[in-house]
């Protein structure tokens, strides 16, 4: 079992910059590969980035690709998602997630985060 912490979050005008981190129990966080997705008001919730057990592949939706960074620290079983360049569209509740495969598609992540919100002004 694996519990997820978001926290970040927060308001911030278009151009701006955030990161968000998730906090990760249990010994086996090195060994997940680990994603961020996001859930705007009236959407589905859609894949952003995802980053492999030993950081050597990460990849990204579309829309992200080139604006957010994602990064982990398995000392300290944190991942982290840099967000630069911030859109009015990029808002939405950010959820953490973690995959029992050391590297993971969109659809194989099995524990999640509660989230938290990101708001961008324009």
Not at 5 to 32: I, K, N, P, W
Not at 46 to 54: P, Q
Not at 93 to 109: E, K, L, M
Request: with cysteine; charged share 15%; glycine share 10%.
């Amino acid at each position: 079992q694996v519990q997820l912490v978001e926290s970040g979050g927060g308001l911030v005008q278009a151009g701006g910059s955030l990161r968000l981190s998730c906090a990760a129990s249990g010994r086996t966080f090195s060994s997940y590969a680990m994603g961020w997705f996001r859930q705007a008001p009236g959407k589905e919730r859609e894949f952003v980035a995802g980053i492999s057990w030993g950081s050597s592949s990460m990849s990204y939706s579309d829309s992200v690709k080139g604006r957010f960074t994602i990064s982990r620290d398995n000392a300290k079983n944190t991942v982290y998602l840099q967000m630069n360049s911030l859109k009015p569209e990029d808002t939405a509740v950010y959820y953490c997630a973690a995959s029992t495969f050391r590297v993971a598609t969109p659809s194989n992540y099995h524990y999640w985060g509660q989230g938290t919100q990101v708001t961008v002004s324009s």
